[in-house]
């Protein structure tokens, strides 16, 4: 499958294999990383980013494809949506159905609330389903919260809101054991001791796995328990837009069938924002690794609706993306490849950078290479090897099948067995760093009965996050929203719904001089070819 | 990479479309012109949304796969199944257990199956599912359990199954049941939620919360990292 230039490659990454592997790369210092950041990492692309014209972040910077969802007209505004016509009623609207907003629809219901989750493609299509490599929480002997507390701090680049990061990794040995009791299978040993591994930055060994289906073992589990508690799921319906009443507080969501285009109203005592990523706008051009539906919709409804976003402008690309072959370009190769002893070698068979340097810094590194001249080509472009044959070699034969099985299944698709040969990567969009901006109970700062949970949150993870600590977010976070929700809904009294705020942030873009037919959010990206 | 000789001849439920011959289905269906909103999800073979059904021209083997993990060919018919009515029990996973009973309460058609080996051929992961199947008509949950674990639910067996049965679901119980009550228990992660609930790391992460930033630093660019 490779072409003659990467098979020559290949002979410089074998013949140095057994050197590289009798010595462990050297870990950057502090002020190389920062270096290499400011040089290499897309965000600090100035051509990527445009600023905020209206609303409560104006001034600050933003990707300039979120940017544009900002500055676009509701979907609604000229519509006539009659807000008396209540379709659902109910105390807790979750929109949203991955892992945060299945999680919290578990808890709401166990706290007695009557929840409606409401999701624009399947529940479980989400993000949470994808993420392979793990998940973190500081539960073995020579492990504490608080060490997990520092690397997911300094990881993070000292941005995280403490009172976030603490509920994190405080709260992380609980979500590892409500999993577990929902009967998650966490990879363990015959003692039923966790078999747990490092990620990018991480000090201690706490990322736990199952297998390198993570995720999908945790949100296949949820989306069950949703279903055996018969919790109403509304599915192929997205939430196009916030309803409030006299008093500005949130109380409900208009929602539209994405097959019928069907307007429906949605009347709630509380909201839970669980609406995930934002991959799929493709910042500065690149590939991404999440679901079809990953485009930042509850950010654009909050903020339409008032809600502030925090670190909007930091975005993760993670490390290792699929650079070749190209029908699975931009694809996941999990951290936990490298976690497993896999090491990061360039064109020339040089180890240049640790492989377990956090994420930002590791795909910066990559990027440097590729532009360097030290990647190899690739027919969308370049990228560096992943050496994977070393695995094998450490742990025995058999260890790629048993604990990396998606990895090796995607690549033999395309004829290129992982156990023999390296595989090529190059840098992938992950991850949303930023967002809705909430206190350490989830609510938003500014609006009334309005949570968030999971990766439409920012500011849980600072500017940059650690693997194993979104799986972890979104139950921690997802969790404590749906409990913190049912409990607000029990003494709300819901006014007049409006949609006033519609018609105001139309106003604001006019006086900033925006004049758009652009309307957000976009629900789905535009790949039909007569569409892009 | 789109030249003419490099393009193939697809059949979108029987209309035909030429297509760059590098595309997957998935990305075929959109270069033709589909805007997909059933039948695609993750788009990287996690989710099991694009369960396809096709037939090359001239081959009557009827051939099921994900839209988006497979590259097309010439003379492809392909047909998705976004949606399959598999039949789902519900039940409180706290309250059951993990004994042969149980199978026959929830899913009796397992002891239907007539053994015709379809659901293997059919699984889009190369699972052997009739074999997680017949470990799950004698209550051997946790091979069951392993044997399906890298199920995506896309549903192709179940829509070439003669018995009607719904194999991704039984895979999930198995699963659910071996997690929480055959696989043994984690010693150090009831001790660790304990600590926590006594209050045992309050004083510690206050600490650190109120620490300077520059203090923060030093300690992070200084702390041990376990081998």
Redesign the interface.
């Known amino acids: 499958m490779f072409t003659p230039e990467m098979l020559e490659s290949v002979a410089k990454v074998e013949a140095t294999r057994k050197e590289r592997m009798a010595t462990e790369p050297r870990r950057m210092?502090?002020e190389e990383k920062d270096e290499l950041l400011k040089k290499f990492h897309p965000d600090y692309r100035a051509e990527g980013f445009a600023t905020i014209q209206i609303g409560p972040n104006k001034g600050e910077k933003v990707p300039l494809e979120l940017g544009n969802l900002l500055h676009s007209n509701s979907r609604l505004l000229g519509e006539k949506i009659d807000l008396d016509k209540v379709d659902y009623d109910v105390d807790v609207l979750v929109i949203g159905g991955g892992g945060a907003g299945s999680s919290a629809a578990i808890e709401a219901d166990n706290a007695g609330a009557n929840v409606m989750i409401v999701t624009k493609?399947?529940i479980?299509?989400a993000n949470t389903?994808?993420a392979e490599g793990g998940i973190q929480?500081?539960?073995?002997?020579?492990d504490?919260?608080?060490?997990h507390?520092?690397?997911a701090?300094?990881g993070g680049h000292?941005a995280a809101r403490?009172?976030l990061l603490?509920r994190l990794?405080?709260?992380a040995?609980?979500a590892?054991?409500w999993l577990?009791?929902?009967?998650?299978?966490?990879d363990?040993d015959?003692?039923?001791?966790?078999v747990t591994t490092?990620g990018g930055g991480t000090?201690?060994?706490r990322m736990h796995a199952c297998?390198d289906?993570s995720?999908?073992?945790i949100m296949?589990?949820l989306r069950?328990?949703v279903?055996?508690r018969?919790i109403p799921v509304v599915e192929?319906t997205s939430a196009v837009e916030l309803i409030k009443d006299e008093n500005g507080r949130v109380a409900g969501a208009v929602l539209q069938n994405?097959?019928t285009d069907e307007y429906l109203v949605a009347r709630a005592k509380t909201v839970i924002i669980a609406t995930g990523g934002a991959g799929r706008l493709h910042y500065q051009g690149f590939p991404t690794?999440n679901?079809?539906g990953a485009t930042a919709d509850g950010l654009i409804l909050g903020y339409r609706a008032g809600a502030p976003l925090l670190y909007q402008d930091t975005i993760q690309y993670h490390p290792t993306g699929v650079a070749y072959p190209?029908?699975?370009f931009g694809?996941?190769v999990t951290e936990k490849v490298r976690s497993i002893g896999a090491m990061l070698v360039n064109k020339d068979g040089v180890a240049y950078a640790h492989p377990l340097e956090t994420r930002d810094v590791s795909a910066s590194a990559i990027i440097r290479e590729c532009a360097e001249g030290r990647g190899v080509e690739t027919?969308l472009g370049s990228g560096v090897w992943l050496d994977t044959p070393m695995i094998e070699i450490l742990h025995g034969e058999g260890t790629i099948e048993k604990r990396i099985?998606?990895m090796m299944?995607?690549y033999l698709?395309?004829g290129i067995d992982m156990r023999k040969v390296p595989i090529l990567v190059y840098p992938t969009l992950h991850y949303q760093n930023g967002g809705l901006e909430i206190g350490g109970e989830g609510f938003t700062k500014t609006i009334d009965n309005l949570l968030v949970a999971g990766e439409a949150v920012g500011g849980i993870h600072g500017r940059n996050r650690l693997m194993g600590n979104s799986l972890l977010d979104i139950i921690v976070f997802g969790r404590n929203a749906g409990k913190a929700a049912a409990a607000k809904a029990k003494v709300v009294k819901l006014g007049k719904m409006n949609l006033d705020h519609i018609e105001a942030y139309a106003k604001e873009l006019k006086a900033a001089g925006i004049e758009t037919n652009d309307v957000s959010p976009l629900l789905?990206p535009?790949?039909?070819?007569?569409?892009r | 990479?789109s030249n003419e000789k490099n393009m193939v001849n697809i059949y979108l439920y029987g209309k035909q479309y030429k297509v760059p011959g590098?595309?997957?289905i998935m990305?075929a269906m959109?270069?033709?012109?589909?805007?997909?909103?059933?039948g695609?999800?993750?788009?990287?073979?996690?989710?099991g949304?694009c369960a396809t059904i096709y037939r090359i021209k001239g081959d009557n083997e009827l051939k099921t796969c994900l839209a988006c993990?497979?590259?097309v060919q010439e003379g492809m018919y392909i047909a998705s199944i976004p949606f399959f009515p598999t039949d789902?029990r519900?039940?409180?996973?706290g309250e059951i257990k993990p004994t042969e009973q149980i199978m026959m309460e929830l899913y009796p058609e397992i002891y239907s199956c007539i053994g015709c080996n379809a659901c293997t051929k059919a699984c889009t992961?190369?699972l052997n599912v009739m074999q997680y199947i017949a470990y799950a008509q004698r209550g051997e949950f946790e091979k069951c359990?392993e044997e399906s674990?890298?199920c995506?639910?896309c549903g192709c067996c179940s829509v070439r199954c003669p018995a009607g049965i719904s194999h991704p679901m039984v895979g999930?119980l198995a699963?659910?049941?071996?997690?929480?009550y055959i696989?043994?228990?984690?010693?150090?992660?009831?001790n660790?939620?304990e600590e926590?609930?006594k209050g045992e790391?309050d004083s510690?992460?206050e600490q650190?919360?109120q620490k300077p930033?520059t203090e923060?630093?030093e300690?992070?660019?200084t702390?041990?990292?376990?081998k």
């Open positions: 210092t502090a493609l399947r479980g299509d389903m994808m929480a500081a539960d073995k002997e020579n504490s919260p608080v060490q507390y520092l690397d701090f300094g000292f403490p009172e603490r990794v405080m709260e040995p609980d590892i054991k577990n009791d929902l009967g998650v299978m966490f363990k015959a003692d039923g001791r966790m490092h000090s201690r060994k297998k289906y995720g999908a073992e296949r589990t069950d328990e279903i055996n018969k192929f994405m097959e690794s679901h079809y190209s029908q699975i694809a996941l027919p099985p998606a299944r995607m698709n395309y789905l535009k790949y039909a070819r007569k569409e | 990479m590098d595309l997957t990305t959109e270069y033709a012109g589909y805007t997909l909103k059933r695609c999800g993750c788009r990287h073979g996690f989710c949304a993990q497979t590259q789902k519900t039940y409180d996973i992961q190369s359990a674990f890298d995506v639910s999930l699963r659910r049941l071996t997690g929480k696989a043994p228990e984690t010693e150090h992660l009831k660790r939620v926590i609930n790391f510690l992460i650190v919360m930033i923060m630093k300690l992070y660019n702390r041990d990292i376990e």
